[in-house]
C-alpha cells in the first residue's frame, strides 16, 4: 500500500511571514541607498512629500508591518503588488450589504453561513486607502493590528481641502478620497482554503472590531488559540425610504489551536492527527 500524497497549503501566518521578511529586505536597501519610501503612487495632484512622510511614519515602528512600494523594488516583486495586494491571503471576500449575504469576489460565488472559518485574528491587516480613478492603482497606508500599529488620524493625511473632492451621488456632499479599511483572514476548516475578509464600509469594520475585541478578551482564557466562526448576519431598521441594513457578524462557536490551524480538517485524517472537537451552533 502506498503512503498518501501529504499536500501542503501555507498558512496566512508562513505568508505573512514570507512578505514581511521581504519588506524588511527591500527596507534595509532603501536605507543603504539613502531613499524615501512612498505608497503606491497615486495620479497627479497627489501631495507627495505628505504621502512620503506618512508612509515612512507606518513602517517606522519596529514591529509594524507597512504596505509600501520602494522604488528600488524589483520589477516582479512590483507586478505582485499590482495583482496581489500584500494585505490579500488566499481569495477575497466581501459582504453584499444589500443581499445579506458573503461572497467570494473573484467569481460572486456565494459562501454559505453553514461554513466554519478559522479566524487568524493576529494576521489582520487596518489602515486607509485612497482610489485615484478608474484604471489606477489605489493608494495604502496600511500596518499589521496585532503588531500595535496605529494609523494615523484623518488630519494628518493628504487631501484635507473639501472643495477638492468629489461630490458623492448617494449623499450630494463632497466624499473623502481616504477611507478607513480591513483585513480579516480566514481559513475554511472543510476544504483549508483561505479568503481574506474586506471590511470598508463602517458597519462591516464594526463586525471585524467585535471580532478582535472577543479575540482580546479571549487571549487569556484561550492562550494560543484562534476563534473558529461562522458567518452571521445582523443589522437594523433605519427606517423609510432605505429599509432594514444588513451587518456582517462573525459568530464564535468554538476556538481551536493556532498550530492545528497550519494544517486544513480535510488534511488531518490522511495525516492521522486528532481533528479538534467544536462546539456546535446552538
Known amino acids: 500500500?502506498?503512503?498518501?500524497?501529504?499536500?501542503?497549503?501555507?498558512?496566512?501566518?508562513?505568508?505573512?511571514?514570507?512578505?514581511?521578511?521581504?519588506?524588511d529586505r527591500?527596507?534595509?536597501?532603501r536605507l543603504a541607498a539613502g531613499r524615501k519610501v512612498v505608497a503606491q503612487q497615486p495620479a497627479a495632484k497627489q501631495p507627495q512629500d505628505e504621502i512620503e512622510r506618512l508612509t515612512n511614519q507606518a513602517v517606522a515602528p519596529a514591529k509594524a508591518t507597512s504596505v509600501a512600494v520602494p522604488d528600488t523594488q524589483d520589477p516582479r516583486d512590483q507586478y505582485l503588488d499590482r495583482v496581489a495586494p500584500a494585505t490579500i491571503?488566499?481569495?477575497?471576500?466581501?459582504?453584499?450589504?444589500?443581499?445579506?449575504?458573503?461572497?467570494?469576489?473573484?467569481?460572486?460565488e456565494e459562501i454559505g453561513r453553514d461554513v466554519s472559518f478559522i479566524a487568524h485574528c493576529d494576521q489582520t491587516a487596518i489602515g486607509s486607502r485612497r482610489f485615484h480613478g478608474k484604471g489606477e492603482q489605489p493608494s495604502y497606508i496600511v500596518g499589521m493590528w496585532y503588531d500595535g500599529y496605529v494609523p494615523p488620524e484623518r488630519d494628518d493625511l493628504p487631501d484635507r481641502d473639501e472643495s477638492t473632492w468629489e461630490i458623492s451621488e448617494l449623499t450630494g456632499r463632497p466624499d473623502d478620497p481616504w477611507k478607513e479599511i480591513n483585513w480579516l483572514v480566514l481559513q475554511r476548516m472543510d476544504?483549508?482554503?483561505?479568503?481574506?475578509f474586506e471590511a470598508s464600509a463602517p458597519t462591516h469594520i464594526s463586525g471585524v472590531g467585535a471580532l478582535l475585541r472577543h479575540y482580546r478578551r479571549s487571549e487569556k482564557r484561550y492562550?494560543?488559540?484562534y476563534p473558529v466562526v461562522r458567518l452571521g448576519l445582523s443589522g437594523w431598521d433605519k427606517g423609510p425610504p432605505v429599509g432594514w441594513v444588513h451587518k456582517p457578524q462573525f459568530i464564535v462557536v468554538g476556538h481551536t489551536a493556532k498550530d492545528d490551524a497550519t494544517v486544513p480538517a480535510t488534511l488531518q485524517e490522511d495525516l492521522n492527527?486528532?481533528?479538534?472537537?467544536?462546539?456546535k451552533k446552538k
Open 1 to 23: 500500500m502506498t503512503n498518501p500524497v501529504r499536500k501542503h497549503i501555507p498558512t496566512s501566518a508562513q505568508v505573512l511571514k514570507e512578505q514581511k521578511e521581504r519588506a
Open 26 to 29: 527591500e527596507r534595509e536597501t
Open 89 to 108: 491571503v488566499g481569495r477575497p471576500m466581501k459582504f453584499d450589504t444589500k443581499e445579506g449575504r458573503y461572497v467570494a469576489r473573484d467569481n460572486d
Open 191 to 196: 476544504t483549508g482554503e483561505f479568503f481574506t
Open 223 to 225: 492562550p494560543g488559540r
Open 273 to 279: 492527527d486528532e481533528i479538534p472537537d467544536f462546539p
